[in-house]
């Protein structure tokens, strides 16, 4: 079992940044990433980064958000510069074991002027 704990969400100006962390319970040695999910809408993969550090975004992200994972602190971030209004959601960390998908219980994240 994996507890996730997201932080680092709020308000923020249109062309803004945040950094949003992970941490999870214990070490963990398979694929973490980042799902966001707008209201009225499905939730959405944003990004992935694997044991090794590769990563993938959504199309709509690329060159503006980047993930990163320390392996010693069991921790994973999304760093979110230039941010739109349409990136507005609640955004939830994922790690996925070969059974199991664990899920944090997510971060707000608003883009409002």
């Known amino acids: 079992q994996v507890q996730l704990v997201e932080s680092g969400g709020g308000l923020v100006q249109p062309g803004g940044s945040l950094r949003l962390s992970c941490a999870a319970s214990r070490s963990i040695s398979y694929a973490m990433g980042w799902h966001r999910q707008a209201p009225g809408k499905q939730r959405e993969l944003v990004a992935t980064i694997s044991i090794g550090g590769t990563t993938n975004y959504v199309d709509s992200v690329k060159g503006r958000f980047t993930i990163t994972r320390d392996n010693a602190k069991n921790t994973v971030y999304l760093q979110m510069n230039s941010l739109k209004p349409e990136d507005t959601a609640v955004y939830y960390c994922?790690?996925?074991?070969?059974?199991?998908?664990?899920w944090g219980q997510g971060t707000q994240v608003t883009v409002s002027s």
């Open positions: 994922n790690a996925d074991s070969p059974f199991v998908r664990y």
